[in-house]
Nanobody
C-alpha cells in the first residue's frame, strides 16, 4: 500500500510564501511522475505542477514563475514552493503519483494524498 501525506498548508497573506510537502510511504513506489493539483470550492480539480523521474518539470500557466516543484528521492518527499501567492491560489492542494504517465490530467495519476488546504488572504 502506497500512502501520500501532504503537509504545510495554512493561512498566508497575499504576496507571501508557503512550502507544501508530500511524503510517500508504504511499499517502494517506482513513480514515473509526481504532481500537485488543487481544487477550489465549487471548481474542478486543476493541474498545478509535475516532475518526472528524470527531474524535468512543467507548470500550469497560472503558477509559472511563482511556484517550484522539486523531489528529494532520499526522503521520498516532493515539495511545492509557492511564492507571490494570490487570493486565487486558495484551494485544497493534492499530491499525486503516476507509475506510467507524465501529464496534467488527474485520471493519469494512480495515487493521491488527502489534500492540504491553502488560504491566501487579500
Amino acid at each position: 500500500q502506497v500512502q501520500l501525506v501532504e503537509s504545510g498548508g495554512g493561512l498566508v497573506q497575499a504576496g507571501g510564501s508557503m512550502r507544501l510537502s508530500c511524503a510517500v510511504s508504504g511499499r517502494t513506489l517506482s513513480y514515473y511522475a509526481m504532481a500537485w493539483f488543487r481544487q477550489a470550492p465549487g471548481k474542478e480539480r486543476e493541474f498545478v505542477a509535475a516532475i518526472k523521474w528524470t527531474g524535468s518539470t512543467y507548470y500550469a500557466d497560472s503558477v509559472k514563475g511563482r511556484f517550484t516543484i522539486s523531489m528529494d528521492n532520499a526522503k521520498n518527499t516532493v515539495y511545492l514552493q509557492m511564492n507571490s501567492l494570490k487570493p486565487e491560489d486558495t484551494a485544497v492542494y493534492y499530491c499525486a503519483a503516476s507509475t506510467s504517465r507524465y501529464t496534467n490530467r488527474p485520471p493519469d495519476y494512480d495515487y493521491w494524498g488527502q489534500g492540504t488546504p491553502v488560504t491566501v488572504s487579500s
